[in-house]
């Protein structure tokens, strides 16, 4: 039934999702020629805030529990586990107050109005993963203007999407490089639920009336035990949530 409604309901979605993408093209220009990062910064907030609104034209529910009292004055690592595109817009907006940065492929930052736009000058990592050393350069930047800024990053320690919901080992390097150059950084893992589901049949149709949840679990401070016992301590918390039976 799901799939049978998103014959329907994809391309209203796709339309409205691809406009607010042109429209909010030349606005982010503006703001950022005109009103430097926090402009910018504003724009994008409010363009992922359309993005996320038009998950419901598909009958999607985004439910985001942060029952954590997380700190403005420290710099944040989001570490999440990752299912599919539609994990970007709700981050973004939903942890808009923490400037929360992501690690993108440098393919991504040419061609895609809006998101190519805000990945070259928006402040996040775009890696080459065929060139190893300018992706461990770009992480180590973005871990200094984590410092320097109090700024947030989300990572996916997964290293790619997950077709199936199931969770593969979290990797440590992006993470370690963060750390190195932002050790003050607070780890916070983050469990997200069911957007595969979203497109599990590929990009048409999509799943329509799916339910995606992202849950802030406890921070875990990484000077307290070592940097391995931490990546597999936010691997398993987030396990616990997202393969839960």
């Known amino acids: 039934m799901n799939k049978l409604f998103g014959y329907l309901l994809s391309p209203i979605h796709y339309f409205v999702f691809f406009l607010a993408l042109v429209i909010f093209q030349p606005i982010q220009w503006l703001c950022l020629k005109w009103g430097g990062y926090s402009a910018h910064k504003k724009s994008v907030d409010i363009l992922n805030f359309f993005l996320v609104s038009s998950y419901y034209l598909l009958g999607i529910r985004v439910s985001f529990y942060n029952p954590q009292n997380l700190p403005t004055n420290r710099p944040i690592i989001f570490v999440a586990n990752h299912q599919s595109m539609y994990d970007i817009p709700p981050l973004i907006w939903f942890l808009r107050k923490y400037h929360a940065k992501f690690i993108s492929k440098i393919e991504l930052t040419k061609g895609i109005p809006s998101i190519s736009f805000n990945l070259k000058y928006g402040g996040g990592a775009n890696i080459d993963r065929k060139d190893s050393k300018q992706s461990i350069i770009e992480i180590a930047r973005l871990g200094e203007r984590m410092k320097k800024n109090t700024w947030g990053a989300v990572i996916f320690p997964e290293g790619t999407r997950s077709k199936n919901g199931t969770m593969k080992d979290f990797q440590i390097g992006g993470i370690a490089t963060l750390l190195k150059k932002a050790p003050d950084a607070l780890i916070v893992p983050i469990a997200i639920e069911n ?51």
């Not at 799916?210 to 070592?226: G, M, R, V």
Request: glycine content about 2%; cysteine-free.
């Open 195 to 245: 957007s595969w589901k979203v497109v599990q049949h590929g990009s048409f149709p999509l799943n329509a009336f799916e339910h995606i949840k992202f849950t802030i679990l406890n921070p875990i401070e990484p000077k307290e035990i070592p940097l391995e016992e931490t990546i597999i301590k936010a691997q398993n918390v987030i396990k616990q949530i997202v393969e839960k039976k």
